[in-house]
């Protein structure tokens, strides 16, 4: 036993402590979060420099140029980008560094273009006025947009057979490449200046119909034991797929060490030597051991991080102490099946190469809870989520996700669950070790799957 | 007291490769056996049975008195063919990791792994990385490994493979030293020149079968190849000269003189009277019979057997 816990801690020590491990596991990922939080919002808010260049207008309909004109001007433009309500800060309660950005981000006018619009005359050719559209690129300047606006646009006397008045439309041609914000501002502005026209024109107040179509709505509020908050929507979703990615991030990150360090014990042949000291299935249970302890650091750190966002975010409530519990239980038994394989692969090989194609079913089960945890996430009480979480290997990663849900499965459904990842695991535990056993000294030609299931068998 | 190593019929296979056939060995305690045989004789198969890494398809095995090396891994050190080390872990770290694994205490680990290195010269890369070392140096960290937990049986497999002759010797009055102390040695090569330099008793193992095991003098002696070896004074002496002398069967030039085989009844003493009153030289021995002689002869005569055998069967 205690050798098994010497070659378990050589395993964590020689995988988690070390530069590689804590900068590539943590350290890059808390900047990267940290960079996300603070900058990501600034930086995505910075548009780069303004576009300038004309809009040409052909208005058939005689009505709504100068008013479009009017919208695309400057001043309109940047009246709209400018925060409607700056946010008073309190000095005596700053705000914390990702609300800072937030806020920063709120209030940093939008890249505002400069537009100059030219009306053009009624018979002006529309496909002369077009190949100047074909000059140059959109950041060169010149025409940018030619907007031709049919006749009955704004009035028509042309009704369908209820009497509903059928309008004319508009055609907008721009340049090449010219950025999607400033093509919608200008499609934007023609259609509420055509809008408004046609309001005006059957005798209504544009003002008026704006504010008996829009109807305001605060934001739903979840009332909680301490008071309440703005509803979490559609975390209700997201929560159930973060445990499961956690889990499964664990798992992966836990299996695939363990695969790298059997192989190359294997390759730097001190495998024999380490089996001079102990028994095959005594060096894989401490092998797995050691890398359980990397999984779960992970997971306890990850989790950490994602736990203590929501105590921020006033959130802690949304996760109950049980799902904490069954999360480490399917964990371990997840853990164990997909470390199992991994390492009979790792055993069965030569060199990572070879590991490729053993690989491939392994990998091909771990793709499953990928593709279905959103369906699992979305109906999480239907028949389709009820068996997934019942069928092994996968059941342990679709049985956290019902858990973690909206519907929380039943109690015994969670430990039949329970009781179906051990028997796989056992059973896998059982052949992985066969296999690891036999090819710890195999050397040569790789085997295939038709092998190890031969030297599953032998053993 | 009991033997270090009972073997009673001992078989193992791979598939249709049939690699230990019937072996039957026992070494007695602090004895230093060699294994000689080619590549691929069974002699690494038959290895690892012993350490219970493989287990035989069928037979008898006793280990220092117990009927698996698993229940005594402790008291057996053991240097395999195929070895390594951890290439990121640190030298000392390695050791003290490999005398934990053997049951040595934490109180004396350090201690002792640091004796092991100064012993064998490299108490100067303790802190240095195991990629960092030469292959001679790997080899002596991975005999120091195998030896650090004082085993009552060891068990060297290819020690030398890799090594100058410089470490060549201080690593075969290493061995010596142990064995002196009363440690049981098995050790086993393909160089058989390196079994005879060390070992009392030998076995050797031909396809899977034990074909010899006795002591080097009785082996020797038994082994006789009725040759000797002539030097004359004058190099211009040719065969006819020598065949002249009675009893000489054949002469046969070599880059030390000429090897003269005898005629079956006349002794090797009376050779060397007759050839010397013949013939003045300046070296006349008996040629012994070196265990790669030994080993091409029972070949040879396996293979005359075999395709004897094979006749008398066609012929029926």
Same mark, same amino acid.
């Given at each position: 036993?205690?050798?098994?816990?010497?070659?378990?801690?050589?395993?964590?020590?020689?995988?988690?402590?070390?530069?590689?491990?804590?900068?590539? @596991?943590?350290?890059?990922?808390?900047?990267?979060?940290?960079?996300?939080?603070?900058?990501?919002?600034?930086?995505? /808010?910075?548009?780069?420099?303004?576009?300038?260049?004309?809009?040409?207008?052909?208005?058939?309909?005689?009505?709504?140029?100068?008013?479009?004109?009017?919208?695309?001007?400057?001043?309109?433009?940047?009246?709209?980008?400018?925060?409607?309500?700056?946010?008073?800060?309190?000095?005596?309660?700053?705000?914390?560094?990702?609300?800072?950005?937030? +806020?920063?981000?709120?209030?940093?006018?939008?890249?505002?273009?400069?537009?100059?619009?030219?009306?053009?005359?009624?018979?002006? *050719?529309?496909?002369?006025?077009?190949?100047?559209?074909?000059?140059?690129?959109? *950041?060169?300047?010149?025409?940018?947009?030619?907007?031709?606006?049919?006749?009955?646009?704004?009035?028509?006397?042309?009704?369908?057979?209820?009497?509903?008045?059928?309008?004319?439309?508009?055609?907008?041609?721009?340049?090449?490449?010219?950025?999607?914000?400033?093509?919608?501002?200008?499609?934007?502005? %023609?259609?509420?200046?055509?809008?408004?026209?046609?309001?005006?024109?059957? @005798?209504?107040?544009?003002?008026?119909?704006?504010? !008996?179509?829009?109807?305001?709505? @605060?934001?739903?509020?979840?009332?909680?034991?301490?008071?309440?908050?703005?509803?979490?929507?559609?975390?209700?979703?997201?929560?159930?797929?973060?445990?499961?990615?956690? +889990?499964?991030?664990?798992?992966?990150? @836990?299996?695939?060490?363990?695969?790298?360090?059997?192989?190359?014990?294997?390759?730097?042949?001190?495998?024999?030597?380490?089996?001079?000291?102990?028994?095959? +299935?005594?060096?894989?249970?401490?092998? %797995?051991?050691?890398?359980?302890?990397?999984?779960?650091?992970?997971? %306890?750190?990850?989790?950490?991080?994602?736990?203590?966002? !929501?105590?921020?975010?006033?959130?802690?409530?949304? %996760?109950?102490?049980?799902?904490?519990?069954?999360?480490?239980?399917?964990?371990?038994?997840?853990?164990?099946?997909?470390?199992?394989?991994?390492?009979?692969?790792?055993?069965?090989?030569?060199?990572?190469?070879?590991?490729?194609?053993?690989?491939?079913?392994?990998?091909?089960?771990?793709?499953?809870?990928?593709?279905?945890?959103?369906?699992?996430?979305?109906?999480?009480?239907?028949?389709?989520?009820?068996?997934?979480?019942?069928?092994?290997?996968?059941?342990?990663?679709? +049985?956290?996700?019902?858990?973690?849900?909206?519907?929380?499965?039943?109690?015994?459904?969670?430990?039949?669950?329970?009781?179906?990842?051990?028997?796989?695991?056992?059973?896998?535990?059982?052949?992985?070790?066969?296999?690891?056993?036999?090819?710890?000294?195999?050397?040569?030609?790789?085997?295939?799957? /038709?092998?190890?299931? /031969?030297?599953?068998?032998?053993? | 007291?009991?033997?270090?190593?009972?073997?009673?019929?001992?078989?193992?296979?791979?598939?249709?490769?049939?690699?230990?056939?019937?072996?039957?060995?026992?070494?007695?305690?602090?004895?230093?056996?060699?294994?000689?045989?080619?590549?691929?004789?069974?002699?690494?198969?038959?290895?690892?049975?012993?350490?219970?890494?493989?287990?035989?398809?069928?037979?008898?095995?006793?280990?220092?008195?117990?009927? $698996?090396?698993?229940?005594?891994?402790?008291?057996?050190?053991?240097?395999?063919?195929?070895?390594?080390?951890?290439?990121?872990?640190?030298?000392?770290?390695?050791?003290?990791?490999?005398?934990?694994?053997?049951?040595?205490?934490?109180?004396?680990?350090?201690?002792?792994?640091?004796?092991?290195?100064?012993?064998?010269?490299?108490?100067?890369?303790?802190?240095?990385?195991?990629?960092?070392?030469?292959?001679?140096?790997?080899?002596?960290?991975?005999?120091?490994?195998?030896?650090?937990?004082?085993?009552?049986?060891?068990?060297?497999?290819?020690?030398?493979?890799?090594?100058?002759?410089?470490?060549?010797?201080?690593?075969?009055?290493?061995?010596?030293?142990?064995?002196?102390?009363?440690?049981?040695?098995?050790?086993?090569?393909?160089?058989?020149?390196?079994?005879?330099?060390?070992?009392?008793?030998?076995?050797?193992?031909?396809?899977?079968?034990?074909?010899?095991?006795?002591?080097?003098?009785?082996?020797?002696?038994?082994?006789?190849?009725?040759?000797?070896?002539?030097?004359?004074?004058?190099?211009?002496?040719? $065969?006819?000269?020598?065949?002249?002398?009675?009893?000489?069967?054949?002469?046969?030039?070599?880059?030390?003189?000429?090897?003269?085989?005898?005629?079956?009844?006349? $002794?090797?003493?009376?050779?060397?009277?007759?050839?010397?009153?013949?013939?003045?030289?300046?070296?006349?021995?008996?040629?012994?019979?070196?265990?790669?002689?030994?080993?091409?002869?029972?070949?040879?005569?396996?293979?005359?057997?075999?395709?004897?055998?094979?006749?008398?069967?066609?012929?029926?």
């Amino acid at each position: 036993m205690n050798r098994m816990f010497l070659i378990a801690w050589r395993e964590f020590a020689s995988t988690a402590l070390t530069k590689g491990f804590i900068i590539g @596991g943590f350290v890059v990922p808390a900047v990267i979060l940290v960079v996300m939080i603070t900058l990501l919002p600034i930086l995505l /808010k910075d548009e780069g420099p303004a576009i300038t260049g004309e809009v040409s207008i052909i208005d058939n309909s005689g009505v709504v140029a100068e008013d479009i004109a009017r919208r695309l001007s400057i001043e309109v433009l940047t009246a709209e980008a400018m925060p409607i309500e700056v946010p008073e800060i309190d000095p005596e309660n700053p705000p914390k560094p990702e609300e800072t950005a937030a +806020m920063l981000s709120s209030v940093m006018p939008s890249a505002v273009p400069e537009l100059t619009v030219n009306t053009l005359a009624l018979d002006t *050719d529309v496909e002369e006025a077009k190949e100047l559209l074909r000059e140059g690129t959109a *950041d060169d300047g010149g025409l940018l947009a030619l907007a031709v606006i049919d006749e009955n646009a704004v009035a028509t006397m042309d009704v369908d057979a209820n009497g509903v008045p059928k309008f004319g439309a508009f055609q907008l041609f721009v340049k090449p490449r010219l950025k999607d914000k400033v093509q919608s501002t200008i499609r934007r502005s %023609i259609s509420d200046s055509i809008r408004e026209a046609r309001l005006e024109q059957a @005798g209504l107040s544009p003002e008026m119909i704006n504010s !008996l179509t829009r109807v305001n709505a @605060g934001r739903t509020k979840e009332i909680t034991e301490e008071g309440e908050r703005d509803s979490i929507g559609g975390l209700n979703m997201l929560l159930p797929g973060g445990f499961m990615i956690l +889990m499964m991030m664990a798992v992966m990150i @836990g299996g695939q060490y363990l695969l790298t360090t059997t192989v190359e014990e294997k390759s730097s042949r001190v495998v024999e030597v380490l089996l001079s000291a102990v028994s095959p +299935m005594q060096l894989m249970t401490g092998k %797995i051991l050691g890398q359980l302890m990397v999984g779960l650091l992970i997971m %306890i750190v990850y989790g950490g991080v994602g736990i203590t966002g !929501l105590v921020f975010a006033a959130m802690a409530d949304i %996760i109950d102490a049980m799902i904490i519990f069954w999360l480490f239980a399917f964990f371990l038994l997840a853990y164990i099946q997909i470390a199992s394989m991994m390492a009979a692969v790792g055993s069965a090989v030569n060199e990572m190469r070879e590991a490729q194609s053993l690989m491939t079913p392994v990998m091909a089960i771990m793709m499953i809870p990928y593709l279905l945890w959103m369906p699992v996430a979305m109906n999480p009480s239907g028949t389709f989520a009820v068996v997934c979480s019942f069928l092994p290997p996968v059941n342990s990663f679709m +049985m956290i996700v019902r858990i973690a849900s909206t519907e929380p499965p039943a109690l015994w459904q969670i430990l039949v669950s329970l009781a179906i990842s051990v028997v796989s695991s056992y059973i896998i535990l059982r052949g992985a070790a066969k296999i690891f056993r036999v090819g710890l000294l195999m050397y040569g030609k790789p085997p295939n799957l /038709k092998t190890l299931i /031969k030297w599953i068998r032998m053993a | 007291m009991d033997d270090a190593i009972r073997i009673g019929d001992l078989h193992k296979s791979f598939g249709e490769k049939l690699a230990v056939r019937g072996m039957d060995l026992v070494v007695p305690r602090g004895s230093l056996h060699g294994f000689i045989g080619p590549n691929g004789a069974g002699k690494t198969t038959t290895i690892r049975m012993i350490m219970s890494i493989i287990f035989p398809d069928r037979g008898d095995l006793s280990v220092l008195g117990k009927p $698996s090396a698993i229940q005594s891994k402790d008291q057996i050190g053991y240097l395999p063919e195929e070895r390594g080390l951890y290439k990121k872990m640190k030298v000392l770290a390695f050791i003290k990791y490999m005398a934990r694994l053997k049951g040595v205490s934490d109180s004396t680990v350090h201690k002792r792994a640091m004796t092991w290195l100064e012993r064998v010269g490299l108490a100067d890369i303790a802190q240095k990385k195991c990629e960092e070392l030469s292959k001679g140096m790997q080899q002596k960290i991975q005999f120091v490994a195998s030896v650090i937990h004082e085993p009552e049986l060891l068990i060297l497999d290819e020690p030398f493979s890799g090594l100058d002759p410089v470490n060549m010797r201080l690593l075969r009055d290493l061995i010596r030293e142990i064995n002196e102390s009363g440690t049981t040695i098995i050790f086993s090569t393909h160089v058989m020149t390196q079994a005879e330099q060390l070992c009392d008793n030998i076995v050797m193992i031909h396809n899977g079968v034990k074909v010899l095991d006795d002591p080097l003098d009785v082996i020797r002696s038994r082994f006789d190849p009725r040759s000797i070896l002539f030097e004359p004074v004058d190099g211009a002496v040719d $065969s006819h000269r020598l065949l002249g002398v009675e009893g000489v069967a054949s002469a046969d030039k070599t880059d030390e003189g000429w090897e003269i085989r005898l005629d079956d009844g006349l $002794s090797p003493a009376e050779a060397i009277a007759r050839l010397s009153g013949a013939i003045e030289a300046t070296r006349v021995e008996v040629k012994r019979p070196s265990l790669e002689d030994i080993f091409i002869q029972i070949v040879e005569d396996d293979i005359v057997a075999g395709e004897l055998a094979e006749s008398m069967g066609a012929a029926q």
